[in-house]
């Protein structure tokens, strides 16, 4: 699959969602009406255009395809080899194209510009409390990975984050490492053996990166000593005073967020990849050693249906230079591998996520809120014929488009939901992993933000122009997103368990935190109380007790009720889907017999005058021939008949010739009687050769005549089998409206069976309403009666189930009858 599919391929309408994809089609509870303005922002697109290289200038890159307008607006110019040149000069689409963007960076923005345009307010509304994603998008060799990690002489946007981060916290930052993030938005309390256990899990991973770092200086052919974005080989590039080295800066940053000098917080970091659609924790140290397989993590959801990865290392960072090297240690077990468009290709899908901790100021600090801001590096989109990807680096890049496409998928979905007047469609965002981390920021628990990547070569105008079209989608998206900060997501905190130890609220203050601990304290001391205020109290509660337990089996019968009325209808539904069903099969077999029926008279007609054409055709004489010959005949006829009266007279005449006198007669007048006859004998063998040759002839056509003949009561025998297959036909048809009565007998049957469920609905009701007298009067619910209903329900649900078997049966049954039809 190439990424050219990905943008049209996302456009199309997804079918229906199957039963655990229906909180992916409509928005969670948590996410707010779009009604409100100030929630509703559209999805933040930023567009940068990487600088050419020197190899891309030598091979004629540069043909001014990128058009920069304005801040916002740039056109593409399809160069002349690119396939949507063609398509324009055949009149199909557009040689140029405009598209809008939040903001255009060209070429020769710096790192620190990009981050001030694109990520600062970001990271702002982060320490304020609300979750945060940040991911790239483009092509392969477009700059993503540069964008986000950059290189050890201007580092990229994360490392920047993290600068900014704890340049905020400053002084008010939670030395300790008792209180880690657990699953999608808790916090758990560590004891001592566990935050000992935390230490050596961080103390493990920076020492791998000692030898690593020691194995590169004394191995110059490594991977991490060429020019490699990733080789950061020196980390006081990522400590604070390298990046935010105005003081007037890091004073407004301080003062411009929500902390206060009244609390504390702690910063814990992750890293993953998704490759080939399995997760995989890049800080696990395991993960290096050659005999054993890196360990698979599963994404799972908790009681909130919030989606985590399970098993996934926090590891708690003090400062950006520590996070700099985790991020090394990251990208040294990460999938990277050559290819013709990239030599360092990315072949997974990087995610690395901060979560933010906001704690209260106290010797045991009380949890306020927890924030995570997920910066993601997607792998590029690429062709895989121009790639030239063979083997695992074609499946590594089927794998990639595939989540890219799902991703369209996703966005062209919320595009389309927007739109009142259209149905709800599906959003396939359990189709991929990579989706499935990002529907949380899609549905209104974060803020999104797309980072577009392009490559200014003419060679790759294709897949630009692609990327760009997408982009103008997701620039469509409106985000709903929850106004209020830390108060949206409260966290839990666990122990050991994982049974929450307390919660708490973001706007209460220490003060109203210790009243409401007394007010409990005061609820939970039931000592001082006079043994007849226990008393009544012990009355209240049990009043209260068994209200509770009228309410409930109140609402389970109601909820059964409403479950059973939910059935009786979809069996109504299912019973008429099936009538129809039947009704649609019965014209369409019709209509198949009728035609088939049209189908063999016609073959056969043509068939059987096929065959007498051409047994004609071997013996066929027209018949002006045969006219004329049979003129000839009777010409030759009438001249022999001529010829042999001629003899006769002249055979009279030798005789007259043999008397006495005559014989004198004719030596007198010198007669030659003997050339005469010889002449005679002649013509008589002439006439004797044709009226052979006329026998002959004569005989030819009779043959000729006899064969036609033959032909035509061929021809006879063929029309009397094709009336015997009509009558067998018509036979056919017969049993088919027999069957079709029997079908109107068992929609009788179907009718009976509705009257007796009917009467047991009066029953049920009847029955229900004894029971609820008996209820009221003895004011204590009965097991007994409860069971007599669930049987009863159970009965009307029995009662109807086999009919749409029956209907299945019948419908197998005239199937199969139609089948043996066809073979027919």
């Not at 946007?157 to 905020?168: P, V």
Request: glycine letters at 4%; hydrophobic letters at 35%; aromatic letters at 6%.
């Amino acid at each position: 699959m190439e990424g050219s599919g990905m943008f049209s391929a996302a456009c199309e309408v997804l079918e229906s969602p199957s039963y655990p994809d229906l909180m992916s089609k409509h928005p969670p509870k948590e996410c707010v009406s779009i009604d409100d303005p100030e929630a509703c922002q559209p999805l933040k697109v930023y567009l940068r255009v990487r600088p050419f290289s020197k190899a891309e200038l030598e091979n004629n890159e540069f043909q001014n395809c990128i058009i920069f307008e304005n801040p916002e607006t740039v056109t593409l110019q399809a160069p002349k080899e690119s396939s949507a040149m063609k398509n324009s000069e055949k009149g199909v689409g557009q040689s140029m194209h405009r598209f809008t963007f939040t903001r255009v960076f060209g070429p020769e923005t710096t790192q620190s510009e990009f981050f001030e345009g694109t990520m600062r307010e970001i990271v702002k509304t982060y320490i304020d409390g609300v979750n945060g994603l940040v991911f790239t998008y483009g092509v392969t060799n477009a700059g993503k990975t540069f964008t986000i990690q950059g290189s050890p002489k201007e580092v990229g946007i994360l490392t920047r984050s993290l600068d900014m981060i704890f340049t905020c916290i400053g002084e008010r930052q939670y030395l300790k490492m008792d209180l880690k993030p657990h699953l999608s938005n808790n916090v758990k309390k560590l004891e001592n053996v566990q935050v000992k256990q935390e230490e050596a899990i961080k103390a493990a991973i920076l020492a791998s990166l000692k030898e690593e770092t020691e194995n590169i200086l004394n191995s110059p052919t490594t991977l991490g000593a060429s020019s490699s974005i990733y080789d950061f080989t020196s980390t006081s590039n990522c400590t604070s005073p390298g990046l935010l080295s105005d003081p007037r800066e890091e004073k407004s940053l301080s003062t411009g967020t929500d902390l206060n000098h009244k609390t504390q917080s702690s910063v814990w970091v992750s890293f993953c990849e998704i490759y080939n659609e399995y997760v995989y924790d890049l800080l696990d140290t395991l993960s290096t050693s050659k005999n054993q397989k890196r360990r698979i993590l599963r994404i799972c959801e908790d009681q909130g249906g919030n989606c985590y990865i399970k098993d996934l290392k926090w590891i708690n960072i003090k400062n950006t230079e520590e996070a700099c090297k985790i991020l090394k240690i990251g990208n040294k077990n990460r999938s990277l591998a050559f290819t013709r468009m990239n030599q360092y290709s990315s072949r997974s899908h990087s995610i690395f996520s901060i979560r933010l901790l906001r704690l209260t100021d106290e010797d045991e600090p009380r949890v306020l809120g927890i924030s995570e801001l997920s910066l993601c590096d997607l792998a590029g989109s690429e062709r895989c014929n121009k790639a030239q990807s063979f083997g695992d680096r074609l499946k590594e890049a089927g794998n990639i488009n595939n989540s890219l496409l799902i991703l369209g998928k996703c966005i062209a979905a919320l595009k389309q939901n927007q739109n009142p007047k259209m149905k709800p469609s599906y959003v396939p965002f359990r189709e991929s992993k990579l989706t499935r981390l990002f529907q949380p920021f899609f549905c209104g628990k974060g803020k999104a933000c797309m980072i577009v990547n392009i490559n200014p070569c003419a060679s790759t105008y294709d897949e630009t122009l692609h990327v760009m079209k997408f982009s103008a989608v997701a620039k469509q998206v409106i985000q709903t997103v929850i106004p209020n900060n830390f108060e949206s997501f409260v966290p839990k905190l666990v122990g050991k368990d994982g049974k929450p130890l307390m919660h708490s609220d973001a706007n209460i203050s220490a003060q109203e935190l210790s009243d409401m601990e007394t007010s409990v304290e005061e609820e939970v001391d039931i000592t001082i109380m006079s043994h007849e205020d226990l008393l009544k109290t012990a009355e209240n509660l049990k009043e209260r007790l068994v209200m509770e337990k009228q309410s409930k089996l109140l609402l389970e019968v109601q909820i059964r009720k409403e479950m059973a009325e939910a059935m009786f209808q979809q069996l109504l539904e299912t019973e008429e889907t099936w009538s129809k069903r039947l009704e649609d099969v019965k014209e369409s077999y019709e209509d198949k017999l009728e035609s088939k029926f049209e189908m063999y008279k016609e073959a056969i007609k043509k068939h059987a005058y096929m065959c007498a054409m051409e047994q004609i055709e071997d013996h066929y004489v027209p018949i002006e021939e045969f006219i004329a010959e049979q003129e000839k005949v009777e010409d030759r006829d009438r001249k022999i008949l001529q010829l042999k009266l001629q003899l006769g007279e002249e055979s009279d005449g030798l005789l007259a010739l043999e008397s006495p006198s005559s014989i004198v007669h004719a030596t007198e007048g010198e007669i030659k009687p003997d050339l005469k006859y010889k002449e005679m004998q002649r013509t008589k063998e002439q006439l004797q050769r044709k009226c052979e040759e006329q026998d002959e002839l004569i005989k030819s056509l009779k043959f000729k005549i006899q064969k036609l003949n033959e032909t035509v009561q061929e021809v006879n025998e063929a029309c009397s089998k094709t009336s015997e297959e009509n009558s067998t036909l018509k036979h056919m048809l017969m049993l088919k409206d027999q069957e079709m009565r029997g079908l109107q007998n068992w929609a009788k049957r179907v009718l009976e069976l509705e009257t007796t469920v009917s009467s047991l609905q009066e029953e049920l009701d009847e029955t229900k309403k004894q029971l609820w007298s008996e209820d009221l009067k003895r004011h204590k619910p009965k097991r007994a009666c409860f069971h007599d209903i669930v049987e009863l329900s159970w009965t009307v649900i029995h009662t109807w189930h086999p009919v749409p078997t029956l209907k299945s049966h019948h419908d197998i049954r005239i199937t199969h009858t139609f089948n043996k039809e066809d073979n027919t």
